[in-house]
């Protein structure tokens, strides 16, 4: 059941949840359905279009030609060509496109266009004199002439300007466009050389003025020449080191050489003075072993001890004698330990006094050096100073010759572009010869315009009037503009042959093969395959306005609830315009129009009689019907009474489903107080009546009394060329024949 109701969901609602942007797009196929739909239009508006473009076409060929003549002017490349070379510089293929648009512009200028017209030739012509009565408006309009009709295109892969002019006499329409290039190559020309002469002028002046400066210059190093001392000659020879540069180097090794030597000395310094306060070293003993006096106490040292060994041997050791010469030992070891002293003293004096006296002089040299070398240093600032003097006053010197020779150059490079055939740089080709046919107006353009003009405005026009219509004429326009599902469509009774003769609120079971009574049964399908109907048994039939075919639905759709076998009441709630007892009129009526029923909905609601009483056989198995019954003052307040209600809930036993035709939803508010009553409401919109605004107002005001809107019937659909309807009943009728010869 779920998947049942999700098919037919898709089937009835394609229009749910659509974008506003969605709702207002033409597909192709709606787009080729307009033109096919007014093609008359667009094919008669074209043929108007094409008889219009050749009938203007002979008249102005006739009355108000145009010739256009045309010549070219030769631009050669921009760049100044140097006449001392042979050959050129390359310019790219963009910037000379580019100088050739410029010069086109020129010709274009007011300045040139006044010069034009300001010739005699130009004015003398009878498109000059035809263009006002005096002369001042006669310039004017010849200005806007111009500009209008005639033009310098650059071409861009060749190096011409095409010039053209465009007027009613062949002959004055060359004789401008001459006039136009003769006038504009002398003045550009001239233009050019006076510009070469102004220049040559500049460089002269330029000249002399360099010349001057150079001679200064001259001046200003002769000057600086003289002022220098006798030893600065070689101002300019900077490949070799100067004597006072060289001086400079000899007295700074010397002053490193002797400052590392009074370093050393210092040391010495230092050294000696710590050995004079400590230990006896190598070079002290070394001087104490070789003096004579230490020499000759070490042998007499050496005597004693010798006897002293010999006498210990004879005498021992307390004997006289062996104590005497061991003191005698005593008094030499003393002797020697004196006189080292004494060498050792005076030698560690000597050499700390004889190398604080090298200190001495290495200073003084020191001294000198260094006023030497500050004098040197003196002398090389001199020097230097001197050579950025010169070196300046001579750089400006070179400059000036430099300039002086670049603008001699150039002066003789002017000289040779003045005389130069190409300085202009525009050349004329040769005359504008008469055209032989006219500009205007072409055949070729103005037949084919005609007929693209038809098809423009006709298709315009078409899609205006389909756009200006706002009907809801098709199931697409109900998805689009209408938030509501489509339960059926029923085609116009024109679209079926079958429905002559036949009362439109029969169909069903009068004409049962006819595809009018195919799209109730689709309907009723629709409804039933939805689930709709499993929960609203009580079903009221409304529309907006009187018309759209609410009673023809709802009388079609109760024959086919009773042509499935179901028991059907149907009700004619329409208290104001009742039109049900006109479809199936009363047995105990005997006049050729039917009467309104004395006993009705009315009656029952005013409590005259009982349901029993009202309720009536239509002569169909299965339909019976409840009339209106006489007109009411208060219909509104009948409908909404406990006691239609109570007549709804009672009938709700005995039929399995009640249809209510009522009123219009936005005439009269009965339509609101039944849709409170019934189970859900199926709205009617009338595809040849129905507007968007008045089917979204319906809708609205229902929506607005919460009722429950199941769906919407479009009635009276007629099939558009090309539309889908057009298709379908086609195919229909094909299948319909092949049916009914086939039961036959």
Known sequence: MELKKMVIDKMVRPGRGRQASEAVTLTPKEVFGILRRHILLIVCLAILGSI??????????????????????????PVEKDPLTIGGALVSKDIRYGHRVSIANLIRQQSSMQKLIDRDRIQETNWFKGLAKTKSERIREAFKELKKYSQAFAQRDAE?????M??????????????????????????KREEILEKMARLTDQQDNVQKDLNYAEDALNKVRQLLPAGFADLEQRNFRSTVEN?????????NKITLDIEETQSAVRTLGNQAAGPINEQVER????????????????LTEAALAGRLTRLGENHRDVIEVRERINQIQQERGARKAVIAEQTRRSNLMNAQDSLVLLTDRLERLETLREEAIARK????????EYEKRARIRDERKERLDDIKLAIVKQKALLDDPETPKVQSIGQAPEPLEVSFPKKRVFFPAGIMLGLIVSTGLAFLIELLNDLVRTPRDVHRYLDIDLLGVIPHADEDEKLRGVDLNHVVHQAPYSIVSESYRAMWTN????????TAKVLLIGSGMPGDGKTPVAVNLAHTFVAEGKKVLLIDANLRQPSLYKIFPAVINEGPVPNLPDLGLSSLLKGQCGVGDIVRPTGLDGLWLIDSGPLPANPAELLSTEEMRDMIKQQRQHYDYIIVDGPPVLLVSDAKVLARVVDATILVFNAANTRRGAAVRTIRQLTEINSRIIGCVLFAAEAFKGGYFQEQFKSYRKYQKLQVAQSV
Not at 52 to 75: D, E, F, H, M, N
């Open 166 to 191: 465009t007027c009613g006499d062949k002959k004055e329409a060359a004789l401008i466009v001459n006039e136009m290039v003769r006038l504009f190559v002398s003045s550009y020309g001239g233009t």
């Open 287 to 302: 001087q104490i072993e070789t003096d004579p006096i230490m020499t000759m106490l070490a042998q007499q040292l050496a």
């Open 160 to 164: 011409f300007i095409s010039l053209s």
């Open 381 to 388: 600032k001199d020097l230097d100073a001197a050579r950025v």
């Open 527 to 534: 409804l039933s395959l939805s689930g709709a109907l499993d």
């Open 247 to 255: 001086e400079l180097d000899n007295l700074t090794v010397e002053q």
């Open 52 to 77: 219009s473009g050749v009938v203007s076409w002979y008249l102005l060929l006739r009355y108000a030609p145009k010739y256009t003549a045309q010549t070219l002017i030769r631009v050669l490349p």
